[in-house]
Every structure is written in C-alpha cells, then in structure tokens.
T-cell receptor, first 114, second 115 residues
Framework: AQKITQTQPGMFVQEKEAVTLDCTYD???????LFWYKQPSSGEMIFLIY??????QNATEGRYSLNFQKARKSANLVISASQLGDSAMYFC???????????FGTGTRLKVLA | DGGITQSPKYLFRKEGQNVTLSCEQN?????MYWYRQDPGQGLRLIYY???????QKGDIAEGYSVSREKKESFPLTVTSAQKNPTAFYLC??????????????FGPGTRLTVT
C-alpha cells in the first residue's frame, strides 16, 4: 500500500534560518513522483518542488531543496533563509505511474518567528 | 492564463439540499481530482477521472457524485446523503501518461457550509 508520513505536526524556525520538514513514503512501484505543496491560510495549494524516483540529483527550486534518500524512502523539504511569508501548512505528496492517484501526508504547520 | 477555476469561493446550503461545486480547467490536462479538507487536516481524495466519461471513487466517495462529460469540466455534487458536508473542497488536474507522474495543479477551493 502507498503511504506518506509527516511526523511533525508543527515546527518553529527563526527568520533567516534554515528548516527541514520531514517526509517518509512507502510504495512498491519503482516509478513515482514526490511533491511538496505550501498551503497558506487562504487555502490555495502552491506547488513548491518535485522529485522523480529516477532522478539522480536532489531537486532544488530557489530557497527550496528536496533531500531525497531513496534507500531510506525519505523526501525531506529544506527551506533555506526562512522568511515570515513562509509561515504556512506544508504537505508532502506522492503519485505512482501505476495509478496516477496522489496521496498526501497530514501536513506540517510551519511558523517563522521574527 | 492557464489554470483551474472553482466557483463559488464560499457556498452556504441548508441541510438536506444537494449542491454542485464547479471545477473548470484550461490546461488541457487529462486527469482531474476532487479533494476534501477538514480544518487542520490533510487532503482526502473523493473522486478522480483520468479520461472523459470515466471516473473512479477515491477514499471518501460516499455521499458525493461526479460527472466528466467534457475534458475541461469535473463538477462535484454533494448530496444530502453526505452526513458531514461542511468542509473545504479542492479541485486539481494533472498530466497523465508520462513515465513519472507530474505535479497537480490546484484550484482556489470552495468553502462549503451546510447548516
């Protein structure tokens, strides 16, 4: 069965510091994609970063990077130089080529402190 | 600009009434999805469709119905059989057919309140 686990319900980080949000996944399909989304209080889901299961290098998008450890089945999101606007809910998600269903973790609420 | 529209943003209904939530996309995506989100919770899949005139139940389909008569439209009906319909509903779309799934694009959501 496919599963996404986010074990940190809430996190605090000081402005300008880096923070890591944890995500572990489980699937038997060799072809899958891993995604991180940001959900501000307005409710919209903002796509942040994507990692394909066959990608050799960790994905990066500006201040966001994905620490992909395939053997450990982890896909942690690293936000560098945190900003007050980064305060939001963050969701890890996965989809496999077998079903094209997307499953989401329970999310981590990040609060950036001034 | 390409994207997904959901209307209305806020919707109020009386208990016992069916209500239909609109979702339209102009991204030319084959797959469309409906999710429900309760306060402080993650997203739960209600229905999804990978092709016109075909759709599959997600994890919480009871009390909901959908149709996919056009590629760009995937309306969700919340029926009176849904015991707790008050929630935030998100529609999404994605490309299918690639070796590795791509990201989903989301609409702005509809907040449904049933009293």
């Amino acid at each position: 069965a496919q599963k996404i686990t986010q074990t940190q319900p809430g996190m605090f980080v000081q402005e300008k510091e880096a923070v890591t949000l944890d995500c572990t996944y489980d699937t038997s399909d060799p072809s899958y994609g891993l995604f991180w989304y940001k959900q501000p209080s307005s409710g919209e889901m903002i796509f942040l970063i994507y990692q394909g299961s066959y990608d050799q290098q960790n994905a990066t998008e500006g201040r966001y990077s994905l620490n992909f450890q395939k053997a450990r089945k982890s896909a942690n999101l690293v936000i560098s130089a945190s900003q007050l606007g980064d305060s939001a809910m963050y969701f890890c998600a996965m989809s496999t080529s077998g079903t094209y269903k997307y499953i989401f973790g329970t999310g981590t609420r990040l609060k950036v402190l001034a | 600009d390409g994207g997904i529209t959901q209307s209305p943003k806020y919707l109020f209904r009386k208990e016992g009434q069916n209500v239909t939530l609109s979702c339209e996309q102009n991204l030319n995506h084959d797959a469309m999805y409906w999710y429900r989100q309760d306060p402080g919770q993650g997203l739960r899949l209600i229905y999804y469709s990978q092709i016109v005139n075909d759709f599959q139940k997600g994890d919480i389909a009871e009390g909901y119905s959908v149709s996919r008569e056009k590629k760009e439209s995937f309306p969700l009906t919340v029926t009176s059989a849904q015991k707790n319909p008050t929630a935030f509903y998100l529609c999404a779309s994605s490309i299918v057919g690639s070796p590795i799934p791509y990201e989903q694009y989301f609409g702005p959501g509809t907040r449904l309140t049933v009293t």
